[in-house]
């Protein structure tokens, strides 16, 4: 990506139309990885053109059928094939780095298969550095970019990130991980819903990952055909929640094609991306959701300051906190049609961020979470009022929030 393709992506997502998702992918694999971080960019764009963007997450291009077993003897050898008694050549998913198979073993497994779909390191490297280039140059003449967007460090993150993604075997370091969480904690929390995929490690290798196939549906699919029921996804958010607010590590990519039910319980798949924030975010953010679940908006105001890097003080947070009520003036009862949790999410760290506060990077995973998150709901029951129904999930996560809002809790 030389600067005048990097400059013409800028246009695309900053011009007055919505992008056009097709332009962006042709350009790399760079550029849908920067795209996908200006989804998550509400202090900077609306939340039409947040939204827009995010479906580079799951609208993505495919392998042709051609280029399958080209990919596979590339990337496996004979002994590998062996191990198969078939292999379906129409793909059950698709992301923007890999696409997903359904095979069978010859000792009669039924397993998913996950191939690279191309080689695409050696690429994102090349434009990464070109892109660097770019904003060394643009910094050296405009110093004040680096300390007001760190174009620098967020391209670091993009290639950190998408580079452990690009090696499947950390998906499986991923899985283990949060699997590990879960084994530490589940007699405290009650996990008995959640359950992860089995890998099978000898198949395994930096481009192909095969799994056990979990015979049961992703939540995408229920939601397109409305047999999703909202407790399903209250129940999901209990153990999204345990792990974002409780332990500050947690799925980063959890939207619903990456969530199967099977018999009512919740299969985490694909862990290629995982969240991680930091003690002083995770303890801020929950006490900030908990606020904003009974309705109480002051201390909403008071939790986000306690989250910024900067914190304000003053007539600076007096005006910051008065904007705040404003913001959330017709949130209380209504529904997610109504309201969107996102669209005030997006609103607060906006108003934030414009009176002063700075946050870790950290939050702009969370804010992909709950876009995801609340999508489901206005797609399971565009009537519900989230908040309110997340305050039973709250309680258990906390149980000291019978003590700050007895009246509510106790009725």
Same mark, same amino acid.
């Given at each position: 990506?030389?600067?005048?393709? &990097?400059?013409?992506?800028?246009?695309?997502?900053?011009?007055? #139309? +919505?992008?056009? @998702?097709?332009? =962006?992918?042709?350009?790399? %694999?760079?550029?849908?990885?920067?795209?996908?971080?200006?989804?998550?960019?509400?202090?900077?764009?609306?939340?039409?053109?947040?939204?827009?963007?995010?479906?580079?997450?799951?609208?993505?291009?495919?392998?042709?059928?051609?280029?399958?077993?080209?990919?596979?003897?590339?990337?496996?050898?004979?002994?590998?094939?062996?191990?198969?008694?078939?292999?379906?050549?129409?793909?059950?998913?698709?992301?923007?780095?890999?696409?997903?198979?359904?095979?069978?073993?010859?000792?009669?497994?039924?397993?998913?298969?996950?191939?690279?779909?191309?080689?695409?390191?050696?690429?994102?490297?090349?434009?990464?550095?070109?892109?660097?280039?770019?904003?060394?140059?643009?910094? &050296?003449?405009?110093?004040?970019?680096?300390?007001?967007?760190? #174009? +620098?460090?967020? @391209?670091?993150? =993009?290639?950190?990130?998408? %580079?452990?993604?690009?090696?499947?075997?950390?998906?499986?370091?991923?899985?283990?991980?949060?699997?590990?969480?879960?084994?530490?904690?589940?007699?405290?929390?009650?996990?008995?819903?959640?359950?992860?995929?089995?890998?099978?490690?000898?198949?395994?290798?930096?481009?192909?990952?095969?799994?056990?196939?979990?015979?049961?549906?992703?939540?995408?699919?229920?939601?397109?055909?409305?047999?999703?029921?909202?407790?399903?996804?209250?129940?999901?958010?209990?153990?999204?929640?345990?792990?974002?607010?409780?332990?500050?590590?947690?799925?980063?990519?959890?939207?619903?094609?990456?969530?199967?039910?099977?018999?009512?319980?919740?299969?985490?798949?694909?862990?290629?991306?995982?969240?991680?924030?930091?003690?002083?975010?995770?303890?801020?953010?929950?006490?900030?959701?908990?606020?904003?679940?009974?309705?109480?908006?002051?201390?909403?105001?008071?939790?986000?300051?306690?989250?910024?890097?900067?914190?304000?003080?003053?007539?600076?947070?007096?005006?910051?906190?008065?904007?705040?009520?404003?913001?959330?003036?017709?949130?209380?009862?209504?529904?997610?049609?109504?309201?969107?949790?996102?669209?005030?999410?997006?609103?607060?760290?906006?108003?934030?961020?414009?009176?002063?506060?700075?946050?870790?990077?950290?939050?702009?995973?969370?804010?992909?979470?709950?876009?995801?998150?609340?999508?489901?709901?206005?797609?399971?029951?565009?009537?519900?009022?989230?908040?309110?129904?997340?305050?039973?999930?709250?309680?258990?996560?906390?149980?000291?929030?019978?003590?700050?809002?007895?009246?509510?809790?106790?009725?």
């Amino acid at each position: 990506m030389n600067a005048l393709s &990097f400059i013409d992506l800028m246009n695309e997502i900053f011009r007055k #139309p +919505l992008p056009d @998702l097709d332009k =962006i992918q042709k350009k790399g %694999l760079l550029a849908v990885k920067i795209a996908q971080t200006f989804a998550l960019r509400i202090d900077f764009l609306d939340e039409k053109k947040c939204t827009h963007l995010s479906q580079l997450y799951t609208a993505t291009t495919k392998i042709p059928e051609e280029d399958i077993e080209k990919l596979l003897a590339t990337y496996t050898d004979e002994r590998w094939r062996q191990q198969f008694a078939s292999f379906e050549q129409q793909p059950l998913a698709s992301a923007s780095i890999g696409q997903v198979y359904q095979a069978k073993l010859k000792d009669g497994r039924a397993v998913a298969v996950k191939i690279l779909k191309a080689d695409f390191k050696k690429q994102f490297v090349k434009d990464v550095q070109s892109v660097s280039r770019l904003f060394r140059f643009i910094i &050296f003449f405009y110093p004040k970019l680096a300390r007001v967007a760190d #174009p +620098l460090g967020v @391209l670091a993150s =993009i290639r950190t990130n998408t %580079l452990d993604e690009l090696d499947f075997r950390n998906e499986m370091k991923n899985r283990d991980l949060l699997y590990e969480i879960y084994q530490q904690h589940h007699t405290e929390f009650d996990l008995t819903k959640l359950h992860f995929i089995e890998y099978v490690p000898e198949l395994c290798s930096e481009n192909v990952a095969v799994s056990l196939l979990i015979p049961g549906a992703t939540y995408d699919y229920e939601l397109s055909v409305k047999q999703l029921p909202y407790e399903r996804l209250l129940d999901l958010f209990k153990v999204h929640g345990f792990y974002l607010f409780n332990i500050g590590t947690f799925h980063g990519d959890i939207h619903p094609g990456n969530i199967i039910d099977l018999d009512e319980q919740i299969y985490f798949v694909d862990c290629g991306a995982i969240g991680h924030v930091s003690e002083r975010m995770r303890q801020g953010l929950f006490n900030f959701m908990t606020a904003l679940a009974f309705y109480d908006y002051d201390n909403c105001a008071k939790y986000l300051n306690a989250m910024s890097d900067i914190e304000l003080t003053g007539a600076t947070f007096a005006d910051f906190h008065q904007k705040l009520l404003a913001v959330y003036a017709d949130f209380s009862e209504s529904t997610v049609s109504q309201v969107s949790l996102t669209q005030k999410m997006m609103e607060t760290i906006k108003l934030g961020v414009n009176c002063g506060m700075q946050f870790e990077q950290g939050i702009y995973p969370i804010i992909k979470s709950l876009m995801y998150l609340d999508g489901m709901v206005l797609r399971c029951n565009p009537d519900a009022k989230l908040m309110k129904d997340m305050r039973e999930n709250v309680t258990i996560l906390n149980p000291e929030v019978a003590k700050l809002y007895p009246q509510i809790t106790n009725s």
